[in-house]
Structure formats: C-alpha cells, structure tokens
C-alpha cells in the first residue's frame, strides 16, 4: 500500500481550520483554509512587487525571518531567504542538522524556544504532514510569531501553489475555465494537493493522471477528475505540471514494474510533448527527474517555463511575508493585534 498518509491528511484538513484561527491568523498553513477572494489578493501583491522590485520599501526592516528546515531543500528555501531579504528582514537558517533538534528536541519545543526570541515569521518545512500546524500552536503559546509552512510531508505546499498560478496566469491570463494537468505521483505530493485545492478554488477544471497505485480514485475528492490515458490529459490542457515520484515517501513494493515502463507509460518525452495543445506549456516544480517522469528535451525545450516557476516563487513569497507580518495591503489588519501570553 503506497497511499499511506491518506487517513493522516483527513486529520491534519480537521486541525488546521483551528490553527489558521488562532491568536495569529497570519500564519500561512495550507491552501486548504484560504479564501479564493485572499489567494487573488495574494496573487495580485506578487505581481505589483515583482514589477516594482527595485523600488520596493524594505517594509520588513528590523524584523527576523527563520527558516526551520528539517527536510532537504534547494529552491524554496532560497527563494523565501531572498523574499525575506529583499523586504528588510534578517535570516536566520536553522536546520535540523545543525540545531537541537539533533539533540532530540521536539518540535513543539523548539517552536516555543525560537518564538521566544520573537522573530516575526518562521517558514518551517518538516517531514510530517501537519507538523507546522502544530508548530503554530507552539509558537502561539508564547508569542505572535506567524508561521509559513514550506512544505509538510505529503500534505500541502501552499507558496508553490502560489507561485504556480502566479505562472499559470503569467500566460493564461487566468486559470478559470481553463484545463491544467498534473501527472505523475499525486499521493505523495503535497504540491499536487495544494494545487488541486488552489485550482479548483479559482475555477480551474483539473485533470489528474498517473498509475493507479500513485494516484488512487480517492483524490478526486481534494479536486479534480482523473484520466488514465495519459495521452488524453495532455492533449486536453493548457498546461502539463509534472511531478517526480517521491521515491522518500514509498512504502512497500515499487509501485510500477520499473522504471523504464514508468518512463514510457507516464513520463513526458517530446513525442508525448507533441500531442499538446500549440500554446499549451509544461511546469515542473523540481527537483526534477530526468528520464523518468520528463525527458531532457522537453525539461530545457522552449514548451518548459520551470525557470519562470522558480522566478516568480520570490514575488509570491515576499507577498506571502507581508502579509504574515501585516504590512503593505495587509496592514490595517495589523491595526490593534495584541501580544499572546508571554512564555512562562
Ligand atoms: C517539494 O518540496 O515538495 C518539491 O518542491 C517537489 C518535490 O520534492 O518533488
């Protein structure tokens, strides 16, 4: 059985609603608990600061950025350190190997320690699919800390959602009405979950392809439909996001015979590529997987748009920065907060 978080992400969907209500419900936890109206308005501030980058206030001056990272990460975690930086803010990166979290800490308590030293945001990924609700909860018992969640096990990555779209609409104008694929392996990725939350909330139709054992009937429910004819969805959508397989996340035995018959049963080489709509344009979020779920030819041919991807992750992280620590649109919500209980 290689779906084993499923009973875990009905879980974690019931505990965020209270996370995202607490005392700072500033932090960003999922897709899953954000209004379309508040996605538009965020879409809409990344776009305003990548246009204005150069002029952009340091609005985040004085104010401490950590990033908590226990999971291994190359462009999330850059792309929020330069967001935070091009706001004001200073970094502070924190890993599990080089913290106490190798002591044995637990998270609840290293959440507690670094909220002590009032940072204003921590952008923390984690291996387990609602530890940074959790880590909210934490943090929230002492001070107003805001929490961002970059990535929790196979549950949600709501800023690659973001950054997605902010792509999406770069080139479509809008997702609403308009057919966006995801191939590959759905159940463990918490980029497919964001996404299909984030694109069915703005009207997107969502197509969902990949084996049966990395992409089971039950994930229609998150959003979506899904066709098994891989050949079909590509030859239906404006745009193909591909995804690797989590090969860290697998339990059991492989779920597909090897990896030459993944590679021609449901990976992007150009032959498939040539089946897309002429305009239609293939996203990945990376890493990326060369010669099993996309070819060389197709990841740097002139269809990919994987490096605007990465590009525009800044402007929807500086978006999703302000609006943690209310500044810019976000700063009359800011008006009359007051502190949370002090860490006794
Ligand atoms: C992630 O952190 O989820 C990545 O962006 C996608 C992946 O690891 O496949």
Same mark, same amino acid.
């Given at each position: ?62 104010? *401490? @950025? ?18 935070? !930086? ?9 890993? *599990?190997?080089? *913290?106490? @979290? ?33 880590? /909210?909860? /934490? ?10 969640? /970059? ?8 800023? !690659? ?53 990395? @992409?089971?009937? *039950? ?16 030859? !239906? ?22 990896? /030459? ?73 800011? !008006? ?9």
């Amino acid at each position: 059985m290689h779906v084993r978080d499923l009973g875990c992400f009905r879980s974690v969907a019931v505990r965020s609603d209270d996370a995202s209500r607490g005392v700072a419900g500033h932090h960003l936890l999922d897709i899953e608990t954000l209004e379309a109206s508040e996605i538009r308005r965020l879409l809409d501030r990344a776009r305003e600061l990548r246009d204005t980058v150069s002029q952009s206030a340091p609005v985040l001056a004085g104010t *401490s @950025v950590i990033t908590l990272f226990y999971e291994a990460s190359t462009r999330t975690r850059a792309s929020f350190e330069i967001a935070a !930086q091009r706001l004001g803010a200073s970094v502070i990166t924190v890993t *599990s190997s080089n *913290s106490s @979290v190798s002591k044995g800490e637990s998270t609840w308590d290293t959440g507690r320690t670094l909220a002590a030293m009032d940072p204003g945001v921590i952008v923390c990924r984690h291996p387990h699919p609602g530890a940074t609700h959790l880590l /909210a909860r /934490a943090v929230e018992s002492v001070g107003r800390t805001a929490v961002i969640n /970059a990535g929790d096990g196979a549950h949600e990555h709501p800023t !690659q959602a973001l950054l997605d779209s902010l792509t999406l609409c770069d080139r479509l104008g809008s997702v609403e009405g308009r057919t966006i694929a995801i191939i590959g392996d759905i159940a463990h990725s918490r980029v497919a979950r964001s996404n299909q939350l984030l694109l069915t909330k703005l009207g997107a139709r969502v197509l969902l392809g990949g084996p049966r054992s990395l @992409v089971p009937a *039950s994930l229609e429910a998150i959003g979506g439909t899904i066709i098994r004819d891989v050949d079909e969805i590509i030859r !239906q959508a404006d745009a193909v996001m591909m995804l690797r397989v989590q090969f860290e996340r697998l339990v059991g035995p492989p779920p597909f015979p090897s990896l /030459a018959d993944y590679n021609r049963t449901y990976g992007l080489n150009a032959s498939r590529a040539s089946l897309m709509k002429p305009d239609a344009f293939v996203m990945h979020p990376g890493p990326m997987n060369r010669g099993i779920e996309i070819d060389p030819e197709v990841a740097d041919g002139p269809t990919s748009v994987v490096a605007h991807q990465v590009r525009n992750g800044i402007a929807a992280r500086m978006a999703v920065l302000e609006r943690a620590m209310r500044k810019g649109p976000w700063q009359s919500q800011g !008006q009359g907060q007051s502190r949370g209980q002090e860490m006794s």
